[in-house]
């Protein structure tokens, strides 16, 4: 058997076959199918199939994060038939407004496990490849035919690979990291790709940070994403996971389209401007732009570290004058723990608000959405023109740290610079 | 299979935010309904002006971000029958293929075509027509003009569950 990606060896087990090669389409059945508020309109196509039962309601994981708690009367209808979609299929895993961002939630809870496949109707289901897994996102006729069939045509795709290497600089995180790529390589620099990580670098940073990196590879276009799990992704799912499982890892000798080496030690704080994920700067270079908002949550950058890094920032301090700071925990978890650890008070002391764990104004639905001519400075992965709601906003993409200097100050700021 | 349609040309990077905003995502189901916001925030006279047969021409990694098969839907209900680019963003890719929009990658027709000038493609030789010249395409896998020739994934699939019950 030729050597293999980690993609060519999870389609393959995916599809039941012993070896796959890019370029292949296959049948695979996914391990787990996720969705969120999108579940109802997911269901109405589904139903319309004729079809009474999902074949694998087990397989199924939804979460109710995108507009929660619902803003409107519609939302509220959409939550509402989520709920009974829920109840009728006997789905279990199955999580409440409140409990949190999908990728999260999912990740808290060890329901996808190292070498195994999820296949998600989100952008962002590339996330899961922090724990090895292959995770890609689908649309929603494609959902609703898998809770039907158990099965999706996939394509085996090619593979980038990139090796880290060096010291990470202080103030330097996995997010500069992801811009400096895309901006390097441009939004579709990884399209169709499978994105793998490697190297000393990689391995150095906690499981937090690694989430960061596959999670931002949806902005380079990829289809999915992989870090090798290790000792400490098999400790953290060690408590929690349901059944066994095997990591799989890519075979020396693999083909790759690409191979690129990063020395993260020549990185330093960067920012993306508006509208684009690949427009990006050091934060130096937009030092001064005034900002009304200050957003620090999402599925890329809303766990406990990115809110210990925002503290740890405002400390102390106070948020200017003209500027709002917005903060949402990617989860319950994530919320609890940082009330424990005294953050939640920092921000409020400091003159932040807090919002229900979930999405957020990420997408626009609502909780912070900007008026037109303000400038927003986020944690969150996707600046497009009107993604917050506002087709006549500026939104600016930073790492935690970033944004909570950028609050303290007005303007866009690197930490290092504010006054001891 | 040979069709034509007037073309409507846009620039790179066009996301789905822009062609089909986030903020409808849970309130208009409606298909038709979803007509009169495609590329809303790109080119706000599109949705009026658009005719049942136009074909939408684009640079690269058109329809990148988020999953949301309303950016395909909202143009396949305007009428429009393919889209022609430089690249096409990989979940966009496969919502127009499971939706039967027909994703055609030929960058060389991209930079040929002018703005409102009328195509025509030819599915059978692979090749993409304008007054500049006729362009070669690679031909997409059988299995996937399978499921565009059946109307797209769903038909696809109602046509094999039809069959298993009879079967």
Request: aromatic share 8%; charged share 20%; glycine share 10%.
């Amino acid at each position: 058997m030729p050597p293999m990606t980690f993609a060519e060896k999870a389609l393959a087990r995916a599809a039941g076959l012993p070896a796959t090669v890019a370029g292949q389409i296959v049948d695979a059945r996914p391990d787990i199918a996720l969705s969120h508020d999108n579940t109802a309109a997911i269901a109405r196509t589904f139903y319309s199939l004729g079809i009474k039962k999902v074949k694998h309601p087990e397989r199924l994981a939804i979460t109710l994060d995108h507009a929660v708690p619902a803003p409107t009367t519609q939302h509220a209808q959409n939550h509402a038939e989520v709920r009974q979609f829920v109840l009728e299929q006997g789905v279990q895993h199955a999580f409440e407004v409140g409990r949190g961002i999908c990728h999260q939630v999912l990740s808290e809870e060890a329901i996808v496990l190292p070498g195994e496949t999820i296949l998600g109707a989100d952008s962002h289901t590339t996330h899961f490849g922090w724990l090895g897994a292959f995770g890609a996102g689908v649309g929603r006729s494609e959902m609703a035919a898998i809770w039907a069939t158990d099965e999706l045509w996939l394509r085996v795709p090619e593979t980038l690979k990139f090796q880290l290497v060096g010291d990470w600089p202080a103030g330097v995180t996995a997010k500069d990291l992801c811009l400096r790529i895309i901006g390097d390589l441009g939004a579709d620099g990884g399209l169709y790709y499978s994105i793998e990580f490697a190297g000393p670098a990689l391995m150095a940073l906690s499981l937090e940070s690694r989430m960061v990196i596959p999670n931002m590879m949806a902005e380079f276009g990829a289809k999915n994403s992989y870090l090798p799990p290790d000792q400490a992704v098999f400790d953290y799912l060690a408590p929690k996971a349901r059944h066994p499982y095997t990591p799989l890892y890519p075979d020396a000798g693999a083909t790759y389209a690409e191979t690129y080496t990063y020395d993260v030690s020549q990185l330093e704080p960067l920012v993306a401007l508006p509208h684009r994920v690949d427009k990006v700067v050091p934060v130096s270079q937009v030092r001064g732009t005034r900002v009304q908002q200050a957003f620090i949550g999402t599925c890329t950058n809303g766990r406990l570290e990115d809110l210990a890094a925002a503290a740890e920032v405002m400390k102390g301090r106070q948020v200017a004058a003209g500027t709002r700071l917005l903060i949402i925990p990617a989860s319950s978890e994530v919320l609890k723990a940082a009330i424990q650890q005294g953050y939640i008070q920092t921000f409020l002391e400091a003159g932040a608000t807090i919002g229900t764990p979930g999405c957020g104004p990420c997408m626009g639905n609502h909780m912070g959405v900007p008026a037109p001519g303000e400038v927003t400075i986020s944690s969150a992965n996707r600046n497009f023109q009107g993604r917050m709601g506002t087709r006549d906003a500026e939104l600016y993409l930073a790492s935690p740290a970033v944004v909570a200097a950028s609050a303290v100050t007005g303007y866009i700021t690197n930490p290092a610079e504010l006054e001891k | 299979m040979k069709f034509s349609g007037r073309t409507w040309k846009y620039g790179d990077n066009v996301n789905t935010d822009v062609i089909f905003p986030g903020k409808y995502t849970y309130t208009v189901t409606d298909k038709r309904e979803m007509a009169k916001h495609a590329l809303e925030d790109l080119d706000a006279g599109f949705a009026k002006a658009v005719q049942p047969g136009d074909i939408i021409v684009a640079g690269t990694n058109w329809g990148n971000g988020s999953s949301r098969e309303q950016a395909v839907t909202c143009l396949r209900q305007a009428g429009v029958t393919a889209i022609v680019a430089k690249s096409i963003g990989r979940i966009y890719f496969r919502n127009a293929v499971n939706d039967a929009l027909l994703p055609i990658v030929c960058p060389a027709a991209v930079d040929a075509i002018e703005h409102g000038e009328v195509i025509s493609i030819d599915l059978a030789e692979h090749t993409v027509t304008c007054a500049a010249g006729t362009f070669s395409f690679p031909p997409l896998s059988p299995s996937v003009m399978a499921i565009i020739d059946a109307g797209g994934l769903l038909e696809m699939l109602r046509k094999r569950l039809a069959a298993e019950a009879q079967g």
